[in-house]
């Protein structure tokens, strides 16, 4: 279910963040540290803070197995992603450490995906982060073990 995805947000924008936030809080016995503390951060969603993703663009996304034997089903996936921030003044970093599923759509992608419009972290089933990005031109889905933030000043 989506509670600040952009057609939510295009309703009731205060209404949105707020059951989103009560979702959040809700669940937070659940929830990844990182995810919660990026999802309720104020921060997060002000696009005035250098830090937030809104209108980043992506730099680099690298999707790597990782593990020490690589015939052994230890291994898994992990995903890194460095974003211009919105200010062109620092780098975002986001990694996701252990990454369950993740689904990478585009459209038109010949320009890039352009802005980062809006994110939101929700669980799954299994209760793993699911964490939903809409980009100008694409939409992510990325269900992992937890999300770790890094800003870079630039």
Not at 26 to 46: H, I, K
Request: a negative charge; aromatic letters at 14%.
């Amino acid at each position: 279910m989506a509670y600040y995805l952009s057609q939510d947000r295009e309703a009731d924008v205060v209404g949105a963040y707020r059951r989103y936030q009560q979702y959040l809080h809700g669940n937070r016995s659940r929830f990844p540290l990182g995810a919660f503390e990026l999802g309720t951060a104020e921060w997060w969603q002000d696009p005035q803070d250098h830090k937030c993703p809104h209108d980043s663009w992506l730099e680099t996304i690298t999707i790597c197995k990782t593990g020490h034997d690589y015939r052994s089903k230890l291994r898994h996936s992990g995903i890194h992603v460095r974003l211009v921030g919105a200010y062109h003044d620092g780098f975002i970093e986001l990694q996701y450490p252990i990454v369950h599923r993740y689904s990478l759509t585009a459209v038109g992608s010949a320009d890039g995906l352009g802005d980062w419009l809006c994110d939101e972290f929700t669980l799954s089933s299994e209760s793993h982060l699911v964490h939903e990005i809409e980009w100008e031109r694409g939409r992510w889905i990325i269900e992992a073990s937890d999300i770790a933030f890094r800003w870079i000043p630039g």
